[in-house]
T-cell receptor, first 109, second 116 residues
Framework: GQNIDQPTEMTATEGAIVQINCTYQ??????LFWYQQHAGEAPTFLSYNVLDGLEEKGRFSSFLSRSKGYSYLLLKELQMKDSASYLCAAMDSNYQLIWGAGTKLIIKP | GAVVSQHPSWVICKSGTSVKIECRSL??????MFWYRQFPKQSLMLMATSNEGSKATYEQGVEKDKFLINHASLTLSTLTVTSAHPEDSSFYIC????????????FGPGTRLTVT
């Protein structure tokens, strides 16, 4: 079956760095996505990885290892506004997104 | 950037009535539109995929006669919740993509439906 695993909740301190891990099992693979979702709002796109390695975009970076079925989202210089849920989603061979349940990130001052 | 709008942003309706939710791609033509439902503190659940001019493909467990999807043009898809019940209360989100090779889905802001 197809499955996405990510931690349910994480807590970090303002100004620090946090890494949110995601493992996936899909029928075929066409990329790994990270989305940010604030409470009561729709998800917003953060990153897309289809090749192994690290993609850096400002304070956010995303890493992919296809052989391990593993990705992480790295958030640096955490700000209070980064408090949100972070959704990992893998695209399967039918170009459908398989969604994780999301990781709720709590930022403390 | 690509913008997707939804209307209404929230709606309250009585049991047994029908509600229509519109999803529009404002500055691009969307080959494919997706409808998701999200219950509190849960992930998005894909309900159906629709391509312009053809019937929607529904996910297993989603009643196509209850959730009517019409993708009449490349910029508009509608979801009608028929004979709504309180258990249909949820956050409904649409997304649109330019084509199957596009690596991004552009999400609408969502519609919060409450059925009383």
């Amino acid at each position: 079956g197809q499955n996405i695993d990510q931690p349910t909740e994480m807590t970090a301190t303002e100004g620090a760095i946090v890494q949110i891990n995601c493992t996936y099992q899909t029928s075929g693979f066409n990329g790994l996505f990270w989305y940010q979702q604030h409470a009561g709002e729709a998800p917003t796109f953060l990153s897309y990885n289809v090749l192994d390695g690290l993609e850096e975009k400002g304070r956010f970076s995303s890493f992919l290892s296809r052989s391990k079925g593993y990705s992480y989202l790295l958030l640096k210089e955490l700000q209070m506004k980064d408090s949100a849920s972070y959704l990992c989603a893998a695209m399967d061979s039918n170009y459908q997104l398989i969604w994780g349940a999301g990781t709720k990130l709590i930022i403390k001052p | 950037g690509a913008v997707v709008s939804q209307h209404p942003s929230w709606v309250i309706c009585k049991s047994g009535t029908s509600v229509k939710i519109e999803c529009r791609s404002l500055d691009f033509q969307a080959t494919t539109m997706f409808w998701y439902r999200q219950f509190p503190k849960q992930s998005l659940m894909l309900m159906a995929t629709s391509n312009e001019g053809s019937k929607a493909t529904y996910e297993q467990g989603v009643e196509k006669d209850k959730f009517l999807i019409n993708h009449a043009s490349l910029t508009l898809s509608t979801l009608t919740v028929t004979s709504a019940h309180p258990e249909d209360s949820s956050f409904y989100i649409c997304s649109a993509s330019l084509g199957r090779d596009l690596n991004e889905q552009y999400f609408g802001p969502g519609t919060r439906l409450t059925v009383t």
